[in-house]
């Protein structure tokens, strides 16, 4: 596509719910990336993905979240059991490769646990 | 963390100039990028300084000391368009995500 987008672009939940969200990348990027936004504060790195590959998973807060990406396109992030300190915006970006040229971010999902 | 530090808010006069000063750790250092965000916006690229020195970019400049650890971004000839949160990352050259500061909010007055 000619950017990257995410979805949804809001979601309201309840705590303890798990949630899913999504991004596709620019084509052709192979390398993907996940940072959350809470206010007032700066990006915060998640997770990258090389290919399918997460090489580096430590900016994971916690084991209830997990992200996977299938066929080197789209990937989800998954946050389980869902708690009010996880409510931010989730933005993704992509770039070419890993560590090559700049990263491209996609608008970005606002999440909302009650 | 990269310790990226950069003043929480600025304010200029349309038509004015505004430098925002940027300093990270630079052990590992391996480029400084800036991101501009609009509110309720994804951040779009700027520029990226992995040398010492000046780049230019038409109304916007951005510098790069590795020595110093000291990166800014000069906007000139402000437009109220260009009020928005100015955010200062950095990368390792061991890694590739990028450690982002808090951002510095400018806000451009008539």
């Known amino acids: 596509g000619a950017g990257v987008s995410q979805s949804p672009s809001n979601k309201v939940t309840e705590k303890g719910k798990d949630v899913e969200l999504r991004c596709d990348p620019i084509s052709g990027h192979t390398a993907l990336y996940w940072y959350r936004q809470s206010l007032g504060q700066g990006l915060e790195f998640l997770i990258y993905?090389?290919?399918?590959?997460?090489?580096?998973k430590s900016g994971l807060p916690s084991d209830r979240f997990s992200a996977e990406r299938t066929g080197g396109s789209v990937s989800t992030l998954t946050i389980q059991r869902t708690q009010q300190e996880d409510s931010a915006v989730y933005l993704c970006?992509?770039?070419?490769?890993?560590?090559?040229?700049?990263?491209?971010f996609g608008p970005g999902t606002r999440l909302t646990v009650l | 963390g990269q310790n990226i530090d950069q003043p929480t808010e600025m304010t200029a006069t349309e038509g004015a100039i505004v430098q925002i000063n940027c300093t990270y750790q630079t052990s590992g250092f391996n480029g400084l990028f800036w991101y501009q965000q609009h509110a309720g916006e994804a951040p779009t690229f700027l520029s990226y300084n992995v040398l010492d020195g000046l780049e230019e970019k038409g109304r916007f400049s951005s510098f790069l000391s590795r020595s110093k650890g000291y990166s800014y971004l000069l906007l000139k000839e402000l437009q109220m368009k260009d009020s928005a949160s100015y955010l200062c990352a950095s990368r390792l050259s061991n890694d590739y995500k990028l450690s982002f500061g808090a951002g510095t909010t400018v806000t451009v007055r008539a």
């Open positions: 993905f090389q290919g399918n590959s997460a090489p580096d």
């Open positions: 970006a992509s770039s070419l490769a890993l560590g090559e040229g700049e990263q491209f």
